[in-house]
């Protein structure tokens, strides 16, 4: 590893770097390396990480989900030498994303997703509508939607404004997502989620050998590529014009997805015109891959104990990054300064993650000190107007709502009675006055005390 001094002036410069996690923990949980020399520029110590379970928080906060244990680990980005903090789970942890915008945390555990604020800790909701366990997680850029794929075959789409309404909580009561996808025959492996918010692409990886292409806000198949491996990992490059597929034999597939002619289904071992290509160079299963932001380089990850950088052109591999034991998470980041220089600590603490559910009832029993709290977006908060910042991502968390409940009754044809709809504007009002009222009371004398 570099010496500090050197990691400074390296920080102005350094742009994307490789973070990557095994299975053993035998050097560290996590590894920050240098894409030019591929030397290390920072690593998190502690035990071996779970796949799909590594995650940055608000630029503030590293998250791994423990290998074979109910935990997850916490470090500040500044601090690598050991785990600061250790979230006790009701369950070993299968997959875990965090929301764009740092408030959220969702895990998967068994076949239950717990989601938790993370201003407050509290487990906000426990989502049960697979029937077997998590594998992957995924939100959309816009943080209006996560995706989840599960060992059942199911795909599902949840939007996060009804997940964390009012009454999504209740006893008894298990929120429904806005689509169940069962376009797969077997268990999903992989999801990837583009750009658009609601209106982007997603897409699947499946152990039946296929990855299927869909529009987020519908539901619908746009397309079905077929291989003759099982997929393990899939990707896209930023522009989503071509998508990657990491298989159980090691090697991981480019498809272009604009070929000609277009066809809603593809087979990859019938495609010899160039529309699909084969990176070669791992000896077992694919587990992770991730593309750089100017998509000219991918990363992948490995049972075979190694990631490798691949030039996306060339289709040639141009550095490999040694482990001592399976690759379990593998992307690419814009690391912040701070985490290269090691200086300096988190803006906001992070509190314990709860293990019972949270409702509206318990704020008679809070404990003291903590009543009218102010939510704050871990490494995203500024001071200053804060309550229009609040009253925005309500009206657009509220807007893009309306825009789909909309479009699904259109779609499917229900018929919704005047009384109804009236019942559900005098509802949303009245949420909306609610929240006006908490600004107007705590922000706003906040902010005059200050």
């Known amino acids: 590893m570099y010496p500090s001094s050197r990691l400074s002036k390296m920080a102005a410069h350094v742009l994307e770097a490789a973070l990557t996690s095994d299975t053993s923990g035998q050097l560290w949980s996590s590894c920050l390396w240098d894409l030019q020399s591929g030397t290390t520029l920072a690593t998190y110590k502690g035990d071996g990480s779970a796949p799909r379970g590594l995650c940055l928080l608000g630029n503030q906060y590293l998250l791994s989900a423990a290998n074979n244990k109910p935990l997850i680990h916490v470090w500040a980005l500044q601090r690598r030498d050991h785990v ?48 077997q366990g998590v594998t992957c997680l995924s939100f959309t850029d816009d943080g209006s939607h996560f995706l989840s794929g599960g060992e059942d075959n199911l795909v599902l789409v949840w939007p996060v404004h009804s997940v964390l309404s009012g009454g999504s909580t209740a006893v008894g009561h298990s929120p429904e997502p806005r689509h169940t996808l069962s376009h797969h025959s077997l268990p999903v492996t992989d999801l990837y989620c583009g750009c658009g918010g609601l209106q982007a692409r997603a897409v699947s990886a499946s152990l039946d050998q296929t990855c299927k292409l869909f529009e987020v806000s519908s539901g619908q198949l746009l397309l079905s590529v077929s291989f003759d491996i099982s997929i393990t990992s899939v990707t896209m490059d930023t522009a989503e014009t071509h998508l990657f597929a990491g298989g159980t034999n090691g090697n991981i597939h480019q498809v272009n997805l604009h070929a000609q002619p277009v066809h809603r289904e593809r087979h990859f071992e019938d495609s010899k015109d160039g529309h699909a290509q084969v990176f070669k160079g791992h000896s077992k299963q694919v587990t992770c891959l991730s593309v750089s932001m100017d998509s000219s380089q991918l990363l992948s990850g490995s049972h075979d104990h190694t990631a490798r950088l691949w030039d996306i052109p060339s289709m040639q591999c141009i550095r490999t990054f040694s482990h001592k034991g399976a690759v379990t998470n593998a992307m690419l980041i814009l690391p912040p300064s701070h985490m ?13 993650f709860k293990r019972h559910l949270y409702t509206q009832g318990q704020g008679e029993d809070i404990e003291e000190g903590t009543r009218n709290t102010v939510d704050v977006r871990i490494g995203q908060y500024q001071k200053g107007h804060v309550s229009d910042r609040v ?38 009002k009245h949420i909306n006055q609610e929240l006006y009222q908490y600004a107007a009371q705590n922000i706003f004398n906040t902010n005059g005390k200050s």
């Open 340 to 352: 290269l220089e090691g200086r300096g600590k988190p803006s906001a603490p992070l509190p314990q």
């Open 84 to 131: 600061q903090q250790r979230m006790v789970c009701g369950g070993r942890v299968s997959a875990m994303a965090v929301s764009p915008d740092g408030t959220l945390v969702v895990a998967g555990i068994a076949e239950k997703i717990n989601i938790w604020q993370v201003c407050t800790g509290n487990l906000l909701a426990v989502l049960t509508r697979h029937y």
């Open 391 to 428: 009253q925005q991502d309500y009206t657009e968390q509220k807007r893009i709502h309306d825009y789909t409940e909309q479009k699904d009754i259109q779609e499917k044809g229900d018929h919704v009675s005047k009384q109804d709809l009236e019942f559900e504007v005098k509802r949303l």
